[in-house]
């Protein structure tokens, strides 16, 4: 089974670890459960997990305390947070985003939205850390980056909603904390503003004159300029369907009217400093990867930055993480297309084979030019059943596109797919297997995929 992802449980009643537990192995995640916040503390800075859900009533150490210190070391600051509370007070919400909290989890817990929730801040939490480690990375080979420009002085948080009291009351309460509201009142509104800006942060209403907002989310995840935008859904319609459904088309936070306008601007700010760190990330992370670790003919990762992404992988895989699945893919008769079209062809193909495998992988996916023809894509937390669905849909696409190579032939692709073992110490003991499994698709024929596990 793919490691969907491990999460630690803190709650001071066994009962609850246990059942918690139960409910997200039923789902396909690893755990570990503990009934003694310190020991929580203790295990997260370990092995940082993908996620905490931790009860906020416990004695001696409360949820708010232990996710002010996950939140304030290096080890732990970027895993999400689940607050599980009995309680449902806007003064608790608040105070827990104040301590750091992603989210708000009320018991008894609804197996649906804790399935959502999850996923969903795991996917967040594992591409927080993916994004880290790549620019730690980036730091130890090259030098330091140049100071980024200064940020914005005023972030702008786009409020698609049509009632003007609300309108009004988010703009003066933005207002007091520095953030600039622009209003839309409708989705013809708000695409036309989101053609000429980008919203540091996104409000939704779901009851629009010209629409729904789901729509509108939906537009707005398919998106690439606002696929990590932080998107609150901010609405009247407080069905368990509605919010789910919403949930589902990617809404980072989902909020019911009437709304208490402190913990609205709590959120707010909290998901506006989210999506600002993001952004210093990617650009501090683009400025380093534009020197000596991309790879100048693909603008992918270079052979240099793979071998110390892997040997990096596999020190965490000794030290407890999950491992990971490896794709070596070598174009076929690549060098007939050099000699018969020339280099320049070759270059073109190489480089839109790229942009075509970067865009198959998740977004916390590595992708990687291994050298001329061959590239390497490394799958975090992917077993070979996953890896080998993946690298036949890379396979598939690359057949089936037309790269414009002039005389008609058809591009294709071999692929041999791996899986990362406790045995391995070095690059090499991963990237030949991997070779073995494309020297297998070579002789079986080409244009295939071929597994070597061992």
């Known amino acids: 089974m793919s490691d969907l992802g491990h999460i630690l449980v803190i709650d001071d009643q066994a ?76 003064a608790e919400r608040i105070r827990g ?68 009291a609300v309108i009004t009351q988010c703009k003066l309460s933005f207002g007091h904390v520095g953030i600039e509201t622009i209003a839309a009142r409708g989705l013809e509104e708000a695409r036309a503003a989101l053609a000429v800006s980008e919203p540091r942060v996104i409000l939704v209403d779901l009851m629009l004159p010209d629409g729904d ?24 319609r407080d069905d368990l369907e509605t919010k789910l459904t919403a949930l589902e088309c990617g809404a980072d936070e989902f909020l019911v009217k009437p709304v208490n306008h402190r913990e609205l601007r709590a959120r707010v700010q909290q998901a506006v400093r989210r999506a600002q760190n993001a952004r210093d990330q990617q650009a501090r992370l683009a400025d380093a990867l534009s020197r000596s670790i991309t790879d100048a003919g693909t603008g992918l990762h270079n052979r240099r930055f793979l071998f110390d ?15 990971f699945a490896l794709l070596l893919c070598d174009l076929d008769h690549f060098k007939g297309v050099n000699d018969s079209l020339g280099h320049l062809a070759g270059d073109r193909l190489l480089r839109d084979f790229a942009w075509l495998l970067r865009g198959s992988l998740r977004l916390y996916d590595l992708a990687a030019r291994y050298g001329g023809e061959e590239f390497v894509a490394v799958l ?49 003991d ?25």
């Open 309 to 323: 992404d892997l040997s990096s992988r596999l020190a965490e895989q000794q030290a407890g993480s999950s491992g």
């Open 380 to 428: 975090p937390s992917a077993d070979a059943e996953v890896a080998v669905r993946i690298a036949e849909r890379i396979r598939a696409e690359v057949e089936s596109r037309d790269f414009g190579l002039g005389d008609g032939r058809r591009v294709t692709l071999s692929i041999g797919v791996t899986v990362s073992q406790p045995g391995d110490r070095q690059p090499e």
């Open 97 to 164: 985003l104040e301590c750091g909290a992603d989210e708000f989890l009320t018991k008894p817990i609804n197996q649906l939205e804790l399935r959502l929730r999850v996923r969903s801040l795991v996917r967040v939490g594992r591409l927080r850390k993916e994004v880290a480690r790549r620019r730690q990375l980036s730091m130890q080979v090259v030098m330091p980056p140049k100071a980024l420009t200064d940020p914005e002085v005023s972030p702008t948080v786009l409020l698609v909603e049509d009632d003007e």
């Open 213 to 236: 907002g789901i729509d509108l989310l939906a537009e707005l995840r398919a998106d690439d300029r606002f696929r990590l935008t932080p998107i609150l859904i901010l609405t009247a």
């Open 15 to 90: 009962v609850n670890v246990r059942l918690l537990e139960v409910r997200l192995r039923a789902l396909g995640y690893r755990t570990d459960g503990t009934t003694d916040p310190a020991e929580g503390l203790r295990l997260a800075g370990e092995c940082p997990p993908d996620l905490v859900i931790t009860d906020v009533m416990m004695p001696r150490l409360d949820g708010y305390e232990v996710t002010r210190r996950l939140k304030s070391s290096e080890r732990t600051r970027l895993v999400p947070v689940i607050l599980a509370t009995a309680l449902d007070g806007a």
């Open 430 to 454: 991963v990237l030949e297997r991997a070779d073995v499994a494309v020297y297998a698709a070579k002789e079986g024929g080409r244009n295939c995929v071929r597994v070597r596990t061992g």
